[in-house]
T-cell receptor
Framework: ELKVEQNPLFLSMQEGKNYTIYCNYS?????LYWYRQDPGKSLESLFV?????AVKQEGRLMASLDTKARLSTLHITAAVHDLSATYFC?????????????FGEGTQLTVNP | DAGVIQSPRHEVTEMGQEVTLRCKPI?????LFWYRQTMMRGLELLIY????????DSGMPEDRFSAKMPNASFSTLKIQPSEPRDSAVYFC???????????FGAGTRLSVL
């Protein structure tokens, strides 16, 4: 059974600081996604990572994928308050998962002034 | 496109009542997914369809849950009879093909009293 684990689950940081969220998964997969969810809202796709060594950047967020280590990271640079949200990684594909997304627990990020 | 449309946005019902949640996927998307989000279990896939055919319903909790997709533009998730433990946010998502970004609707917040 595919398992996806994120850490930390809660992250409180100051504006201007850098930090990294980690996402580990237990079996091979085809794709890894990062989603953002604001309180009471839906999920918004941030990044799709397809292959080993893939790196994607959008503004202050950068995601990377190491398929050999089964690890993805979401790096936050010079955080601002608008980044406060819950971030989910999700894994798709692999031997038995097909099209389903298997989500991590989510990392609740709070950026303080 | 208006995105994935779900209705109702909020539903409050009493234990034992039938609940029907509705979803209209993005036009042209062949895949439709139903997810449930709770604090205890996080985001979990209930069922997904390809071209209106159920492909994987292994996440459907029990026989009280059923889902249909009578045509490419409409799906329902029904709970009968509902129980308090069914209280959650139910998301519908769609994607154009198997391994692709899933676009989520705004969700239906269900409370069963």
């Amino acid at each position: 059974e595919l398992k996806v684990e994120q850490n930390p689950l809660f992250l409180s940081m100051q504006e201007g600081k850098n930090y990294t969220i980690y996402c580990n998964y237990s079996t091979t997969s085809d794709r890894l996604y990062w989603y953002r969810q604001d309180p009471g809202k839906s999920l918004e796709s941030l990044f799709v990572l397809l292959s080993n060594g893939a790196v994607k950047q959008e503004g202050r967020l950068m995601a990377s994928l190491d398929t050999k280590a089964r690890l993805s990271t979401l790096h936050i640079t010079a955080a601002v308050h608008d980044l406060s949200a819950t971030y989910f990684c999700a894994v798709q594909g692999g031997e038995t998962s097909g099209s389903r997304l298997t989500f991590g627990e989510g990392t609740q990020l709070t950026v303080n002034p | 496109d208006a995105g994935v449309i779900q209705s109702p946005r909020h539903e409050v019902t009493e234990m034992g009542q039938e609940v029907t949640l509705r979803c209209k996927p993005i036009s042209g998307h062949d895949y439709l997914f139903w997810y449930r989000q709770t604090m205890m279990r996080g985001l979990e896939l209930l069922i997904y369809f390809n071209n209106n055919v159920p492909i994987d319903d292994s996440g459907m909790p029990e026989d009280r849950f059923s889902a249909k997709m009578p045509n490419a533009s409409f799906s329902t998730l029904k709970i009968q009879p509902s129980e308090p433990r069914d209280s959650a946010v139910y998301f519908c998502a769609s994607s154009p093909w198997a391994l692709n970004i899933q676009y989520f609707g705004a969700g239906t917040r269900l409370s069963v009293l």
